[in-house]
Nanobody, 121 residues
Framework: QVQLVQSGGGLVQAGGSLRLTCAAS????????MGWHRQAPGKQRELVAG???????NYGDSVKGRFTISRDNAKNTVYLQMNSLKPGDTAVYYC???????????????WGQGTQVTVSS
């Protein structure tokens, strides 16, 4: 059984910073792409940032230049450093990862439990 466990998040004032962490554990053969999504009340879930196994990154337009995604392949962990936070960044943040959990299967998409990030003005 594979689990993605998130930590970090919370309440911060506008202009502040937060760091989210997501660690994968369990029966893992390999992890390919990892990423972060977010969902604000009444809105659809949107991509925040993604990172390939080789370290190539992509970002949603609204967070470019403010957020940085990184990963530690030895620890099966992905991070999201969020700087210059705005009230519009308020949302529940979810990590996800494409994980091969069996030598004979393709990657499966796993999700973390979600973490609330609230940015006050």
């Amino acid at each position: 059984q594979v689990q993605l466990v998130q930590s970090g998040g919370g309440l911060v004032q506008a202009g502040g910073s937060l760091r989210l962490t997501c660690a994968a554990s369990g029966k893992i053969v390999s992890i390919n792409a990892m990423g972060w999504h977010r969902q604000a009340p009444g809105k659809q879930r949107e991509l925040v940032a993604g990172i390939t196994k080789g370290g190539s990154t992509n970002y949603g337009d609204s967070v470019k230049g403010r957020f940085t995604i990184s990963r530690d392949n030895a620890k099966n962990t992905v991070y999201l450093q969020m700087n210059s936070l705005k009230p519009g960044d308020t949302a529940v943040y979810y990590c996800n990862a494409a994980i091969r959990d069996d030598w004979y299967s393709n990657d499966r998409d796993y999700w973390g439990q979600g973490t609330q990030v609230t940015v006050s003005s």
